[in-house]
């Protein structure tokens, strides 16, 4: 070929090229030029920013790169992408992005549904109490049994982190030996002491809820009595600091009741004893604790134990003298007398194991000659064995638990060979963890439903945080729980069940970080008026709302917008509600629109703040966290800590910290999303009191979202989350099933997510259409079979872990 005719060939090949190119431009679609033009610039190949590189995976293909594309969504839909300061495209056009990006992953997902695998999930200290709760009719404290279980992802169920160690084995050991002995009752029990401390921030001069009317201070001690015998109880009073005891200048009366009956009631106080005190304070001590101390009879079994002062006329005052004070120096210095802790010792001069709810539920039958022990305990043990294990017994497992069962009978007592055999139960990896074998037939990797009874443990452990009941059972072992309708009904039946008092206690707690309201301890200068009753009364006002939102189906976003709460004389008055007396819990509705929801609450604000203030930090976090489902992450090492508030002589505002914080270029971007969302909560101090100024000046609760929505308050805060109430439901989904498989969620969950929020938008996003849409869903009702060697690690571990306990 000569040059011209070269040259014309390589004009003919370029200008397709050109061509080729133009149409190849015209045809991109409006999705890829959007990214092309607000988010490439920064997340490419080159620059890696958050190790986002959207020039290398195609939108128009998204479903090949979900994991990439989730986070995006999940960017875009906090409106943190792209980030204020930087161009942005019309929200409206961010909308329909994130729409199609949606409904293109959730179209990949439904072509190649990923339900997870089911890891082995070992019973948390929960699921251990509730499960002994249920199987023995005996109510234990695990945490004097077990070890704290560690977290993940906000929860303490997450089944990598329920690790097992040689140590924790023991203590399972242990506890099934302790656990199996009260529950059958051992006459051979000696006495022991247990010491109840009543918290030292507990004002005791007014009535406490659970105790005798008529009564002021003390402790309500819920303790299981181990055989019918005599138990001695000590009452110690506080001292302070040097030993002192104060409070004796007037008389006042000690009683003990037991179930509402009172056993005992001594003279405190008065001219004698402030006479001992003042020339004698060590024989003060002494004589003191001698006369509050009495020995009763007592029946095996669990009972309430009352301690506390009567009140007395009203002639009288038990008002304190001096304002209440949480300085244990100082504390009883306020003219009445203080309980500290009581001392439960026994049993002494034993008659008998007694008839107690455990027994009860044990011994399903009774051998009337030596011929009828053999059977009877063969019928008790089946009847334990399949409800612990959480299936029909087989032969195999009947045979070992009657060879434990005849090595204790050989040792005592037919009740003795029933706790022996009791206690491998107990100690049983059967009973321990919540395994799930892949059917012979099964290939690896393949996807299958799960059956009927690991489907009834499944559904136990997420509503109850307990093993199945019979009738649960029944229907499993028959093969009907697959049934859609027979599921429906099974999941209304067991919302219903006092048990599913679980999702509070359990769920909530953990998704709301209520039991961090335990550990609140603000500044006594700053905050001088709260104490243990107040602390106490945050926790159960949040657990009250968010029960009534479980057993009256309601509206999850109500958890927003409620223009109800719960409260006490003593909660109402620190929310500034009046006409509300007396310790009890009532229903009241809210006049002020900034109480109403979850964000109004002082459970909420106290654990989202530091000892002395607000943190707008903390409180915006917590909103990324647990509302919007955007969190932020993790704060670069060494982040230094905000100055104090006291200044050059005059007293600076959070926000002026703040923004002088946000000048460290390490912090600006985390903090620019996150204290703005805490700032709209500026109205609530550190205790959650309502206030409209504080020592530096006006209160500015003014913020903003990521997007640069401005908001004004907790009421322009909330109505901008209801904009997007699938959102919020969302990310309460995203906890709720983490929190029922057990493990935490992957990118191929989140069209699982959308899809249960969607359809509980149908029944207007019902609590129960959220529990019904999780048990339906693909990864709580399926599997992914184990890989071979994953498969045998599993098996391996289990038996090498049965025969430990054996």
Same mark, same amino acid.
């Given at each position: 070929m000569d040059k011209r005719s070269a040259l014309a060939a390589w004009l003919a090949v370029s200008g397709l090229l050109l061509a080729g190119l133009r149409l190849s431009a015209q045809q991109v679609s409006p999705q890829h030029a959007l990214i092309n033009q607000y988010c490439v610039t920064c997340h490419n190949e080159r620059a890696k920013t958050a190790g986002l590189m959207l020039d290398k995976v195609d939108i128009d293909h998204a479903g090949e790169h979900a994991e990439v594309w989730e986070k995006v969504v999940r960017k875009l839909r906090g409106g943190m992408m792209p980030p204020q300061g930087v161009p942005r495209p019309e929200q409206a056009k961010i909308d329909g992005l994130i729409t199609w990006l949606q409904a293109s992953l959730d179209r990949a997902q439904a072509e190649h549904p990923d339900p997870g695998r089911a890891p082995?999930?070992?019973?948390?200290?929960?699921?251990?109490?509730? /499960?002994?709760?249920?199987?023995?009719?005996?109510?234990?404290?695990?945490?004097?049994?077990?070890?704290?279980?560690?977290?993940?992802?906000?929860?303490?169920?997450?089944?990598?982190?329920?690790?097992?160690?040689?140590?924790?084995?023991?203590?399972?050991?242990?506890?099934?030996?302790?656990?199996?002995?009260?529950?059958?009752?051992?006459?051979?029990?000696?006495?022991?002491?247990?010491?109840?401390?009543?918290?030292?921030?507990?004002?005791?001069?007014?009535?406490?809820?659970?105790?005798?009317?008529?009564?002021?201070?003390?402790?309500?001690?819920?303790?299981?009595?181990?055989?019918?015998? &005599? =138990?001695?109880?000590?009452?110690?009073?506080?001292?302070?600091?040097?030993?002192?005891?104060?409070?004796?200048?007037?008389?006042?009366?000690?009683?003990?009741?037991?179930?509402?009956?009172?056993?005992?009631? /001594?003279?405190?106080?008065?001219?004698?004893?402030?006479?001992?005190?003042?020339?004698?304070?060590?024989?003060?001590?002494?004589?003191?604790?001698?006369?509050?101390?009495?020995?009763?009879?007592?029946?095996?079994?669990?009972?309430?134990?009352?301690?506390?002062?009567l009140r007395r006329d009203s002639a009288e005052s038990d008002e304190p003298l001096e304002p209440f004070t949480r300085d244990l120096d100082l504390q009883n210095m306020n003219g009445i007398p203080l309980i500290d802790h009581v001392q439960v010792t026994g049993p002494f001069n034993a008659t008998g194991v007694g008839d107690t709810p455990s027994r009860r539920r044990i011994f399903v039958c009774t051998p009337a000659s030596a011929k009828d022990e053999v059977p009877c305990a063969k019928n008790i043990l089946s009847t334990l064995a399949r409800r612990a294990y959480r299936r029909p017994i087989t032969d195999g497992d009947i045979e070992t638990l009657l060879s434990f069962y005849q090595a204790g009978r050989n040792q005592g007592s037919f009740d003795g060979g029933i706790e022996n055999a009791l206690r491998l139960i107990l100690a049983s990896p059967k009973f321990l963890f919540r395994s799930e074998a892949d059917p012979a037939r099964v290939a690896a990797g393949s996807v299958y439903h799960v059956s009927d009874l690991e489907l009834a443990s499944r559904l136990s452990f997420f509503v109850w945080s307990s093993i199945p009941d019979d009738e649960l059972l029944k229907v499993a072992e028959q093969g009907k729980l697959q049934d859609p309708v027979v599921l429906d009904r099974q999941v209304r039946r067991m919302l219903a069940d006092p048990k599913a008092e679980a999702l509070v206690s359990n769920f909530a707690e953990q998704w709301l970080f209520l039991r961090n309201v335990q550990s609140v301890a603000p500044d006594e200068a700053t905050f001088p008026n709260f104490d243990d009753n107040l602390r106490q009364s945050f926790r159960r006002e949040t657990e009250l709302f968010f029960e009534s939102i479980v057993r009256e189906d309601r509206d999850v976003m109500d958890l927003l917008?409620?223009?109800?709460?719960?409260?006490?004389?003593?909660? /109402?008055?620190? =929310?500034?509600?009046?006409?509300?007396?007396?310790?009890?819990?009532?229903?009241?509705?809210? /006049?002020?629109?900034?109480?109403?929801?979850?964000?109004?609450?002082?459970?909420?604000?106290?654990?989202?703040?530091?000892?002395?203030?607000?943190?707008?930090?903390?409180?915006?976090?917590?909103?990324?966290?647990?509302?919007?489902?955007?969190?932020?992450?993790?704060?670069?090492?060494?982040?230094?800590?905000?100055? &104090?508030?006291?200044?050059?002589?005059?007293?600076?505002?959070?926000?002026?910290?703040? +923004?002088?914080?946000?000048?460290?270029?390490?912090?600006?971007?985390?903090?620019?999303?996150?204290?703005?969302?805490?700032?709209?909560? +500026?109205?609530?101090?550190?205790?959650?009191? =309502?206030?409209?100024?504080?020592?530096?000046?006006?209160? &500015?609760?003014?913020?903003?979202?990521? &997007?640069?929505t401005k908001i004004a308050g907790v009421v322009g805060l909330r109505e901008a989350l209801l904009k997007h109430p699938e959102y919020v439901v969302g990310t309460l989904t995203e906890k709720m099933l983490t929190y029922a498989l057990g493990r935490p969620l992957e990118y191929y969950d989140m069209p699982v997510v959308r899809g249960i929020v969607q359809s509980a938008a149908g029944s207007e996003y019902r609590f129960s259409a959220l529990i019904t849409g999780i048990v339906k869903s693909e990864p709580f009702a399926m599997k992914k079979a184990l890989e071979g060697e994953s498969a045998g690690v599993t098996t391996a571990a289990l038996r090498r872990s049965d025969k430990g306990s054996k």
């Amino acid at each position: 070929m000569d040059k011209r005719s070269a040259l014309a060939a390589w004009l003919a090949v370029s200008g397709l090229l050109l061509a080729g190119l133009r149409l190849s431009a015209q045809q991109v679609s409006p999705q890829h030029a959007l990214i092309n033009q607000y988010c490439v610039t920064c997340h490419n190949e080159r620059a890696k920013t958050a190790g986002l590189m959207l020039d290398k995976v195609d939108i128009d293909h998204a479903g090949e790169h979900a994991e990439v594309w989730e986070k995006v969504v999940r960017k875009l839909r906090g409106g943190m992408m792209p980030p204020q300061g930087v161009p942005r495209p019309e929200q409206a056009k961010i909308d329909g992005l994130i729409t199609w990006l949606q409904a293109s992953l959730d179209r990949a997902q439904a072509e190649h549904p990923d339900p997870g695998r089911a890891p082995l999930h070992r019973l948390n200290r929960t699921e251990y109490a509730n /499960a002994i709760r249920d199987l023995l009719g005996l109510k234990v404290d695990v945490s004097a049994l077990l070890p704290a279980d560690d977290e993940s992802n906000g929860f303490d169920n997450i089944a990598e982190v329920l690790r097992v160690s040689p140590s924790l084995l023991e203590a399972y050991l242990s506890a099934s030996r302790e656990v199996s002995s009260l529950a059958v009752g051992d006459p051979k029990t000696g006495p022991i002491s247990n010491s109840f401390q009543v918290p030292p921030d507990l004002a005791q001069s007014q009535h406490i809820e659970g105790l005798p009317l008529g009564t002021r201070g003390g402790i309500l001690i819920h303790h299981n009595f181990p055989l019918d015998a &005599d =138990y001695e109880f000590n009452v110690f009073l506080l001292r302070n600091i040097v030993g002192y005891l104060t409070g004796m200048e007037f008389p006042h009366q000690i009683e003990i009741s037991i179930d509402g009956a009172r056993v005992f009631i /001594a003279p405190v106080g008065g001219e004698e004893d402030l006479k001992l005190v003042d020339t004698n304070l060590a024989l003060a001590g002494d004589t003191l604790d001698a006369r509050l101390r009495t020995k009763v009879h007592v029946k095996a079994g669990p009972h309430n134990i009352a301690v506390a002062f009567l009140r007395r006329d009203s002639a009288e005052s038990d008002e304190p003298l001096e304002p209440f004070t949480r300085d244990l120096d100082l504390q009883n210095m306020n003219g009445i007398p203080l309980i500290d802790h009581v001392q439960v010792t026994g049993p002494f001069n034993a008659t008998g194991v007694g008839d107690t709810p455990s027994r009860r539920r044990i011994f399903v039958c009774t051998p009337a000659s030596a011929k009828d022990e053999v059977p009877c305990a063969k019928n008790i043990l089946s009847t334990l064995a399949r409800r612990a294990y959480r299936r029909p017994i087989t032969d195999g497992d009947i045979e070992t638990l009657l060879s434990f069962y005849q090595a204790g009978r050989n040792q005592g007592s037919f009740d003795g060979g029933i706790e022996n055999a009791l206690r491998l139960i107990l100690a049983s990896p059967k009973f321990l963890f919540r395994s799930e074998a892949d059917p012979a037939r099964v290939a690896a990797g393949s996807v299958y439903h799960v059956s009927d009874l690991e489907l009834a443990s499944r559904l136990s452990f997420f509503v109850w945080s307990s093993i199945p009941d019979d009738e649960l059972l029944k229907v499993a072992e028959q093969g009907k729980l697959q049934d859609p309708v027979v599921l429906d009904r099974q999941v209304r039946r067991m919302l219903a069940d006092p048990k599913a008092e679980a999702l509070v206690s359990n769920f909530a707690e953990q998704w709301l970080f209520l039991r961090n309201v335990q550990s609140v301890a603000p500044d006594e200068a700053t905050f001088p008026n709260f104490d243990d009753n107040l602390r106490q009364s945050f926790r159960r006002e949040t657990e009250l709302f968010f029960e009534s939102i479980v057993r009256e189906d309601r509206d999850v976003m109500d958890l927003l917008t409620a223009n109800y709460t719960f409260v006490n004389e003593r909660l /109402a008055k620190h =929310y500034g509600i009046p006409n509300v007396y007396g310790r009890q819990f009532r229903r009241v509705t809210l /006049a002020n629109d900034a109480r109403r929801g979850l964000l109004g609450q002082g459970s909420i604000l106290s654990v989202t703040s530091v000892p002395t203030r607000t943190s707008p930090v903390i409180r915006g976090k917590w909103i990324l966290e647990n509302l919007m489902g955007t969190p932020p992450p993790a704060p670069p090492p060494n982040v230094p800590a905000l100055k &104090d508030q006291a200044q050059g002589g005059k007293i600076l505002s959070v926000r002026q910290l703040l +923004e002088e914080h946000r000048k460290n270029a390490p912090c600006s971007t985390c903090h620019a999303v996150m204290d703005p969302l805490g700032f709209a909560l +500026e109205n609530f101090n550190g205790v959650g009191e =309502y206030r409209t100024k504080d020592a530096s000046g006006p209160i &500015d609760a003014s913020g903003q979202l990521a &997007d640069g929505t401005k908001i004004a308050g907790v009421v322009g805060l909330r109505e901008a989350l209801l904009k997007h109430p699938e959102y919020v439901v969302g990310t309460l989904t995203e906890k709720m099933l983490t929190y029922a498989l057990g493990r935490p969620l992957e990118y191929y969950d989140m069209p699982v997510v959308r899809g249960i929020v969607q359809s509980a938008a149908g029944s207007e996003y019902r609590f129960s259409a959220l529990i019904t849409g999780i048990v339906k869903s693909e990864p709580f009702a399926m599997k992914k079979a184990l890989e071979g060697e994953s498969a045998g690690v599993t098996t391996a571990a289990l038996r090498r872990s049965d025969k430990g306990s054996k």
